[in-house]
């Protein structure tokens, strides 16, 4: 049973956003590369669990605190007897671990797993007797992608192998039993829900303003390209994609939202913001028929309809 869904990334979501409107540095490029892979990666294995037969309570990522430190689990699993801590790793290639360090072949230093395991691990465990919860905690690092090899990896270490995960689930699944999870299980799980932290402040997307984003209507396959035909519909020059224009702009002014949540909405920023539509009147419908409007002194604004 899922507990906690894993959600949207907003983080995520808003690098993909912002790249197609302003050429990021390498470095963020990068973060959003490697936050994008990570993200597939813990998707697929959100998958694989729920191939699960016999009755677990999984909770996926939660960032948790405790005593002013925080923490982040890609993925908690339960069942009566244990708590399993997940953290998935996507990456690919060829790995070594030397002095407690983890190298590409290449050389190139990565940021050890196990380190970060362990601080998660010894952290939970901290958060359950401030809780004054019981629990037996085991935690492994999944390597879920199958392209992935560590050389001399040790037998005992903590680690679930693309090779080993089929089996891996099998175990679990018989670890679980068929018995289920008790209400005291449930609530536990509850509680942890409660407690956990929605806005991360680990963000890595890069400063940027209104003013220096490129402006227009994305089109679904990512080109900032679109031509207003004057019809009911946008065609994308560059790949031929062709919407219609409400959906069009609806999808645009989510992603002002996103990237600008602390703007108000109203017909001349979003005219400005689709930059494609040609008539004012067009975005005035569609927000008027989307949003509810709010009268204000200065100028009226849209919001979210009640
Ligand atoms: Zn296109």
């Known amino acids: ?31 959003y590369k490697s936050l994008k892979k990570g993200w597939h990666g813990e998707l697929q294995f959100d998958q694989l669990l729920l191939g699960l037969t016999n009755e677990c309570l999984i909770l996926n990522n939660l960032l948790l605190e405790v005593s002013n430190t925080l923490f982040q689990i890609d993925s908690l699993l339960m069942t009566q007897k244990k708590s399993y801590i997940f953290e998935v790793k996507n990456f690919d290639g060829d790995f070594y671990i030397e002095n407690d360090r983890m190298h590409m072949l290449t050389g190139k230093e990565i940021k050890n797993p196990l380190i970060q395991l362990s601080r998660s691990e010894s ?93 227009g209507i994305v089109c679904k396959r990512g080109c900032l390209d679109y031509e ?41 920023i979003i005219h400005e913001w689709c930059k494609v539509i040609k008539s004012k009147k067009t975005i005035q419908k569609v927000l008027t028929k989307n949003f509810d409007l709010i009268l204000s002194g200065k100028g009226s604004y849209y919001v979210d309809k009640k």
């Open 228 to 268: 207003d035909t004057n019809r009911q519909t946008l065609v994308c020059k560059k790949c031929g994609f062709v919407e219609d224009k409400e959906t069009a702009v609806l999808r645009s002014i989510e992603e002002f939202k996103l990237l600008f949540p602390d703007k108000q909405i109203t017909v001349n």
């Open 123 to 215: 952290l939970f465990r901290q958060l359950l007797q401030e809780l004054r919860l019981n629990a037996v905690v085991e935690s492994k690092i999944v390597f879920i992608n199958p392209e992935f090899y560590l050389y001399d990896a040790p037998q005992k270490g903590p680690f679930v192998f693309h090779a080993q995960l089929n089996r891996f689930l099998k175990s679990l699944d018989n670890a679980a039993g068929t018995t289920g999870v008790s209400d005291g299980r449930l609530r536990f799980a509850k509680r942890l829900v409660d407690l956990h932290i929605a806005k991360s402040p680990f963000s890595k997307i890069p400063a940027y303003t209104y003013e220096e984003l490129e402006k």
């Open 1 to 31: 049973m899922i507990i906690k869904a894993r959600g949207e990334n907003l983080e995520l979501n808003t690098f993909h956003c912002l790249r197609v409107r302003k050429k990021l540095e390498k470095k963020d490029e990068d973060n």
